[in-house]
């Protein structure tokens, strides 16, 4: 059984920084490419970020570029996110998914879903 669990989210003031970690189980996963996707009240989900099975490449959504960081770590089976420099309007429940495709933003492009992770950014 495949499971994605997603920690580290909480309560950060604008322009604090947390981790997001998502770790797998039940699947092989250098095999497969890792994106986090988040979803605030009120809208679709959306892309954040993606690695490549061995790290080597990533794509970000514009809205967090040069803000956020994703990596891999594949003898842990787990992927990073660090955001740095928080906005308000980063809040948002957290998603991390696994893919067979070698990197994409595509949400349909994406096999396995964790339960995600609350991150809220307020003053």
């Known amino acids: 059984q495949v499971q994605l669990v997603e920690t580290g989210g909480g309560l950060v003031q604008p322009g604090g920084s947390l981790r997001l970690s998502c770790a797998a189980s039940g699947l092989s996963f250098s095999g497969y490419g890792m994106g986090w996707f988040r979803q605030a009240p009120g809208k679709e989900r959306e892309f954040v970020a993606a690695v490549s099975r061995t790290g080597s490449s990533t794509s970000y959504a514009d809205s967090v570029k040069g803000r956020f960081a994703i990596s891999r770590d594949n003898d842990e089976k787990t992927v990073y996110l660090q955001m740095n420099s928080l906005k308000p309007e980063d809040t948002a429940v957290y998603y991390c998914?696994?893919?067979?495709?070698?990197?994409?933003?595509?949400?349909?492009?994406?096999?396995?879903w964790g339960q995600g992770t609350q991150v809220t950014v307020s003053s």
């Open positions: 998914a696994a893919t067979f495709v070698l990197i994409t933003a595509r949400e349909n492009d994406y096999r396995y």
